[in-house]
């Protein structure tokens, strides 16, 4: 197997447009749409409410401590299950499932007996899910798009999710302010209701095992096996495990440093982290209708590496404007991180592994919790926005030694 991409020239034969034609990967796509909005909403509407009922700026980075755990514990272990169980069932399951848990949590909260160990468990089952849709839902989404239209087809998923982190913060504040946390878990209801039944509508086939059927803990030693194998691989997601240790801890502290640092309430404070997802909406939207596959592995590695520029710049910003264009500029840079990260592990697998080295890569993200327990840690003692100073910092340094260690990640590749 090359560390190249395979599609050639053929690659853009399908136009994101073309591919939002096909009803099925309108419909996968619609469900990462429906089940981003409400991620987004949540997250910054549970980290409003813990800060006001803790004033702890630990207890807010614990609570998406938990929701990103699940990508740690269970990354593997997902994509390893998920080839044996029938995905479509799969994701409908857990999609009204979720629906339930948020319909207890909202009456909890609407009856004034919501606990904060009763909303970390909701969190976690949510981070679960998570885990499982980037495993499962974006193996679809490539599988029915068809792999010559990988960048179309990621970059257009990636569009999605992008806007959701604009859309999301921004109804997620004005619902807190308006209607308090319970509508945001009303909300949550309807919404994980409605994707599970677009998910029912889809038609597809999980494409059957070939050769000698491993268990799900070979699936896994499998998938880490060609990992080392490719280079490709490797740089991708040394560079997934720097920016989410390093980089998107920041997103656990930006509502505390929006109180403590900008006086914001949690309105404003929404639109702050929606200028995040408005910058990477533009960004994806060029790499859906544009991207080249020569340049995946440049759009990769420079757009995280801006990315953390920018949140390093945000964290001494101090003022409500110059926050909001950093982001919006953080974001774009975040574009080109998100999409080719799925698309340089898909381009570079053979589609028999597909599943168990996505399960790897959510193993990757899930680092992500451990740089958000000590950036929690950190805030407590010298501050929230020292704390994100330091950490992007190091993120800096770290990609530095990437780019030494894997020159090939800045080139451009001749397929």
């Not at 160990?117 to 909701?122: A, D, E, M, P, V």
Request: with cysteine; net charge positive; proline share 3%.
């Amino acid at each position: 197997m090359s560390d190249t991409l395979q599609p050639t020239n053929s690659e853009r034969s399908g136009s994101p447009l073309a591919l939002l034609g096909q009803k099925n990967f309108r419909r996968v796509w619609l469900v990462g749409a429906v089940a981003g909005t409400m991620r987004w909403l949540d997250m910054l509407a549970i980290g409003v409410y813990v800060l006001e009922v803790t004033n702890s700026p630990l207890t807010v980075a614990m609570t998406l401590f938990v929701r990103m755990l699940p990508m740690l514990l269970f990354g593997a272990v997902a994509g390893a299950y998920a080839e044996r169980v029938d995905r479509k069932k799969f994701l409908v399951k857990f999609l009204l499932l979720l629906a339930g848990v948020y319909f207890i949590l909202f009456l909890l909260a609407y009856t004034g007996n919501l606990e904060l160990w009763q909303l970390s468990i909701g969190v976690f089952i949510s981070g679960i899910f998570w885990a499982l849709e980037l495993t499962v839902r974006r193996t679809m989404i490539a599988e029915i798009g068809g792999m010559k239209n990988i960048s179309a087809a990621m970059g257009l998923d990636t569009c999605t999710n992008n806007a959701t982190r604009a859309l999301g913060p921004f109804v997620g504040g004005f619902l807190y302010e308006t209607f308090g946390l319970e509508g945001t878990l009303l909300l949550g209801t309807t919404l994980h209701i409605i994707a599970g039944f677009i998910m029912m509508q889809v038609v597809y086939v999980s494409e059957p095992i070939r050769g000698v059927r491993l268990s799900i803990v070979e699936n896994i030693i499998d998938g880490v096996r060609f990992v080392k194998s490719s280079r490709a691989v490797m740089a991708t997601l040394a560079i997934t495990i720097v920016l989410n240790l390093f980089g998107f801890s920041f997103m656990s502290m930006v509502p505390v440093i929006a109180k403590n640092e900008l006086g914001l309430s949690p309105f404003p404070t929404g639109v702050l982290m929606s200028a995040e997802g408005c910058g990477a909406l533009v960004g994806a939207l060029l790499i859906a209708f544009f991207a080249n596959s020569r340049r995946f592995h440049q759009i990769y590695f420079f757009g995280a590496s801006l990315y953390l520029c920018c949140v390093i710049a945000f964290s001494v910003s101090g003022y409500f404007t110059s926050s909001v264009l950093l982001l919006l500029v953080g974001g774009f840079g975040l574009s080109g991180f998100a999409a080719m990260q799925s698309a340089l592990v898909l381009g570079n697998t053979p589609p028999e592994k597909r599943n168990r080295v996505m399960g790897v890569l959510a193993t990757c993200i899930g680092f992500g919790p451990i740089g958000i327990l000590i950036v929690g840690m950190m805030a407590d003692q010298w501050g929230a926005a020292n704390a994100v100073t330091l950490m992007s910092g190091i993120g800096i340094t770290l990609m530095i030694c990437v780019i030494l260690f894997w020159p090939e990640m800045r080139k451009i590749h001749i397929l």
